[in-house]
């Protein structure tokens, strides 16, 4: 079995290119391999600023070959009464590219039909890798492409090796003008240039010795490790994240933590702010003490091995003491205005040119945020309509201006100087969150009603001007605000109406909607539906349990969560699949039908009789316990009548010829549907 090398070597990669790279590299020598009938034992990806590489192993020497049917004509058409082919079948022989004395005939559904035999497969697999290998490479996903030299191809950074080897030989291909060969290269200032493998095995063996470490799984352990480690020489802590862990293993090829210090006196600025200086610009981690609080200390990653480290250390500090010190002024000159003041000039700032100017949504968030606290928490609601006004102010300030991911963050800060309450200043960063899937939720009430107001108003003034994701496309993260919706929700517990809120927003946008109210309404309902659908199922909802209980309602959004949960747990039950299939039976025999008052006059059997006095009293049952949201103990207590149920149905026949009777007797199988339908509709569930 033959093992396949395949390296692509360029100039620096963004580090943010590289691990989708490597991902959609994998991926893709899979796919093609498979789809090549190419058998093979283990897939293995390598990445470094430098290069992109796979490794295949179990790989065979030749494609397997098979034998298949290939079909033509009826055998009427193909061949005359005395037996001579037609031109038909000299036709079809000739598209196959066999004699026409290889033509067979068999036996189908539709008649007899000739055919050929033709054997597919056979190729050397060096020269599949060959052909696929320049494609794949240059079908590898990048958000930015450029060209170099003649501009016949394009890549994320020009190339400067290939390396394509099966069993230890060259693949004799190229990518543009450059041709594949046995030779990568080292580490730029540490290592060889020019290095010669044969394979896997010594490829990362060799490129070790010329000091890259080429998996970058291995890379990222290394670099949290010594970074650790650093840290722990010098009496503190590191300050752990992953995402620059990972950025700085795929800045580096060969990473040699460091230790640094900046000034004390600018442990003044806001914690957020100096990770922001550290990790945003310069890839630094942070480091605290015991009691974890930042210190002025850092670690950075270098990716060179240097004599005196203090040369390079030395330059890291004085890059950082200017950013240091340009914080500084920024944060300094901005306490010199209050927010109302910044807030002031969002007036002249256009959010979104057919919604109007950022001043005109705060005010519209203001108006919701003080609606909502009168349904939360009426004692909130002078908070929540202060956080609300100051809650874009910041992105005036000289700081957000040059460290965006601040925003909320500085506006804490400037709220915390200027003396503003607590529940004020927590609230006006905690209208940002959640940014992003699994984020941190609003953890004070104020906080919470805030950044509802700001989705909602986000929401629904985007749906009022058509902007409407599409596929991929989400420009104001509809998707990612409508889940911080729900998740505040759910996470607070919140009793609210969805309709509600969305009529009591779209009354603060004035003329600028371009749809009716209901149209707007349904729409951004049934989006609500789909990201509700997606949440639950990605957490192991069954789809069906989930579909069932958004057909039976989802306007109070945190009920519907406790709803599919009781449904949820209710289909692991040994017996719900007989339940589902009574159930939902009754549910599509009543579909349609107009709901009315049980005439026991009209019973003609004591099945009828008993089901309905065993429905009464379940529904006189199940009341408080739907009251109390209590829902799984309502499911099995209404569960219980299947029996009755499953009788009934055998004994009465429910479309009778006396229109009364029907009619009646669908109304107390309407009655159980009800009581089911508060929490779920059985007609969606698969039985």
Known sequence: ????????????????????????????????????????????????PRRLAVSVTGLPDRRPTKVTKKYG?????????????????????????????AIKVEQTKKGEYIYVEVTEGGEETADLLVNILPDLALDLPFPKSMKWGDGAIQFTRPIHWIVALFDGKTLPLAIGDIESSDVTRGHRFLGSQSIK??????????????????????????????????????????????????TVSFLTEWPVPMYGSFEEEYLALPDELLIASMKGHQKMFCVKNDDGKLTNGFVG????????????????????????????????????????????KLDGVVYQKKLGTVGEKVSRIVKLAEYLAEKIDPEK?????????????????????????????????????????????????????????????????????????????????????????????????????????????????????????LTAAIGSFGGKLESSAAELKTKIEEFFAG??????????????????????????????????????????????EPLAVTFKRVANITKGHIQGAVDEALFEKETERRLHDEVKKAAHEVAPKLAAGDYLD??????????????????????????????????????????????????????
Request: aromatic share 8%; with cysteine; net charge negative.
């Open 197 to 246: 493998v044969t394979g896997s095995g010594d490829y990362v063996s060799k490129l070790k010795e010329n000091f890259v470490i080429a998996d970058s799984d291995e890379r990222k352990a290394i670099v949290l490790e010594g970074t650790r480690a650093v840290a722990e020489k010098h009496g503190v802590r590191l300050l752990e994240d992953d995402e620059l862990i990972e």
């Open 301 to 344: 990653v270098s990716n060179m091995i240097v004599n005196d480290k203090n040369v390079v250390v030395n330059g890291y500090k004085r890059v950082l003491k200017a950013r240091l010190a340009d914080a500084k002024f920024f944060f300094d000159e901005d306490r010199k205005h209050s927010l109302e003041h910044f807030a002031s």
């Open 73 to 101: 004509p009826p055998k009427k058409a193909a061949f005359t009464k005395d037996g001579e082919p037609t031109k038909a079948a000299i036709g079809f022989a000739s598209g196959m590219s066999v004699d026409v004395s």
């Open 531 to 576: 990201r509700l659908k997606n949440m639950w199922t990605s957490n192991g909802v069954p789809y069906d349990v989930a579909d069932s209980v958004l057909a039976a309602g989802f306007d109070d959004l945190a009920d519907a969560n406790k709803r599919v949960a009781a449904m949820a747990e209710l289909k692991k039950r040994e017996f719900f």
């Open 634 to 687: 309502s499911l099995e207590r209404v569960a219980a009548l299947r029996g009755m149920v499953d009788t009934f149905f055998d004994d009465v026949l429910v479309m009778a010829d006396d229109e009364a009777v029907k009619n009646n007797r669908l109304n107390l199988l309407s009655n159980i549907s009800m009581l089911f339908l508060k929490i779920a509709d059985f007609s969606k569930i698969v039985a």
């Open 381 to 501: 609601k002078q908070y929540a309509s202060r956080a609300a006004a100051l809650c874009k102010a910041d992105l005036e300030t000289l700081m957000v201006y040059e460290f965006p991911e601040l925003q909320g963050i500085m506006g804490r800060e400037y709220s915390r100087h200027e003396g503003e309450p607590d529940e004020v200043c927590a609230a006006i960063y905690e209208s940002y969150l959640p940014r992003f899937a699994g984020d941190d939720l609003p953890t004070t009430e104020t906080g919470a009603i805030v950044s509802l107001a700001e989705k909602v108003d986000t929401i629904v003034g985007c749906f009022g001007v058509g902007l409407i994701p599409t596929g991929t496309q989400d420009p104001f993260a509809l998707r990612r605000q409508t889940l911080g919706v729900i998740q505040i929700v759910f996470d607070k517990g919140y009793v609210l109406s969805l309709n509600e809120l």
């Open 1 to 48: 079995m033959g093992e396949l090398l395949f390296e692509i070597g360029v100039e620096e990669i963004p580090a943010g290119y590289i691990k989708p790279a490597e991902e959609a590299l994998d991926d893709n020598i899979y796919d093609e391999l498979n789809e090549l009938g190419l058998h093979f034992k283990n897939v293995t990806t390598y990445s470094t």
